[in-house]
């Protein structure tokens, strides 16, 4: 039996420190499941949000989630059963009305009508619709779970841009992101993969990715090999997976990308940046931003995360590197923000 009147989740208290403390269970709304919180990766976003909140959250945040399906709604269905082990689309498909024009189109993400949000992953339960729940293959542990999000924001990107096999990549930081695109590119078909990186141990896991080269972050650096590798052309493709409060990765990103090629930006930037468009116009580039998860041509992207998660011991598997349960979720919060600790990404387990 689920206790229904109160759970333990992680709250901001507005001052960036993460309280686990009894809170309601979470709202259980029409067409929704249960599901049992087992991981919940912490994101990028996840501590540029901590930075700019300056008010105590009502409700856990997280959207890199894995968990066990402990009840569906009386009319459902479909392929799922109680006890699937499920990766969670939060965000888009696990609040979709499913009708509107957006979600005829797959675009579960822009949706008309979405449920409310009744809280994220960093709690023992979570509310969402079935249409949001992917299983996840026997080869695949809880950790490997909560990674088909991310994997997914790379294959929504890749996917959403007409990615083309053959094409020369680049990607501009290595972190989750950036580590999931170059596996992507990889999966994808790409000719050569060139990446930057910052961290030695984001060198180290995108060489095991996948790329041929990596260089550092220090600028010129990733633009010198792109046109290099190019015969002076640059590169196809570029990814951009850094975002923040600065112009200087999509700048970086224009710089590195052949004439009418694309920067696909899936980096989040949290306050507006002021981006010169004189040169990529001349250049015709066409910049697309991508953000979440889609249906497409039939497929969620999702499903695609997962298939490549599934293929063997995949080395993206190997990037979690620490892990904290739900009561120290603090002190894996500033695991996350020390890079200097080896951190790729961390995960908070229950």
């Known amino acids: 039996m689920i206790n229904r009147d109160s759970i333990i989740g992680a709250l901001d208290d507005g001052n960036g420190n993460y309280i686990p403390q009894d809170i309601p269970f979470?709202?259980?709304?029409?067409?929704?499941?249960?599901?049992?919180?087992?991981?919940?990766?912490?994101?990028?976003?996840?501590?540029?949000?901590?930075?700019?909140?300056?008010q105590p959250q009502s409700i856990p945040?997280?959207?890199?989630?894995?968990?066990?399906i402990l009840e569906l709604p009386k009319s459902y269905y479909g392929?799922?059963?109680?006890?699937?082990?499920?990766?969670?689309?939060?965000?888009?498909?696990g609040k979709a009305c499913g009708t509107c024009y957006f979600c005829n189109y797959g675009q579960f993400r822009h949706c008309m009508n979405q449920s409310p949000e009744t809280g994220g992953g960093f709690s023992q339960f979570i509310t969402r619709?079935?249409?949001?729940?992917?299983?996840?293959?026997?080869?695949?542990?809880?950790?490997d779970g909560a990674l088909v999000e991310p994997m997914a924001v790379s294959v929504h990107g890749f996917r959403f841009a007409n990615f083309l096999p053959g094409e020369n990549v680049a990607i501009?930081?290595?972190?989750?992101?950036?580590?999931?695109?170059?596996?992507?590119?990889?999966?994808?078909?790409?000719?050569?993969i060139i990446a930057s990186a910052k961290y030695?141990?984001?060198?180290?896991?995108?060489?095991?990715?996948?790329?041929?080269?990596?260089?550092?972050?220090?600028p010129g650096e990733l633009e010198n090999e792109c046109f290099e590798r190019t015969n002076g052309v640059g590169v196809d493709v570029v990814v951009e997976t850094i975002g923040g409060t600065s112009n200087s990765p999509l700048v970086q990103a224009a710089q590195c990308v052949k004439n009418t090629g694309k920067v696909i930006v899936l980096g989040g930037f949290r306050n507006p940046v002021e981006v010169d468009f004189l040169q990529p116009m001349i250049k015709e580039i066409s910049f697309i931003p991508a953000t979440c998860y889609a249906n497409i041509n039939g497929k969620h992207d999702f499903e695609i995360a997962s298939d490549?998660?599934?293929?063997?011991?995949?080395?993206?598997?190997k990037i979690v590197t620490h892990q904290y349960e739900l009561e120290d979720i603090q002190e894996g919060f500033k695991t996350a923000y020390d890079k200097t600790s080896g951190s790729i990404k961390v995960h908070v387990m229950q």
């Open 26 to 54: 979470p709202e259980i709304f029409e067409g929704s499941a249960i599901i049992d919180i087992k991981a919940s990766g912490i994101c990028g976003s996840d501590l540029h949000m901590t930075n700019e909140r300056n």
């Open 61 to 68: 945040s997280g959207h890199e989630i894995a968990g066990e």
């Open 79 to 93: 392929s799922l059963n109680i006890g699937d082990r499920v990766a969670i689309d939060n965000i888009g498909a």
């Open 129 to 143: 619709k079935p249409k949001g729940l992917f299983k996840i293959s026997d080869e695949m542990d809880w950790n």
């Open 172 to 192: 501009v930081g290595s972190s989750t992101i950036g580590l999931s695109s170059i596996a992507v590119a990889r999966a994808f078909g790409a000719k050569t």
């Open 200 to 218: 030695d141990q984001q060198a180290e896991a995108a060489k095991k990715m996948g790329a041929d080269i990596v260089v550092s972050s220090e």
């Open 308 to 317: 490549i998660l599934s293929n063997g011991n995949h080395p993206y598997k």
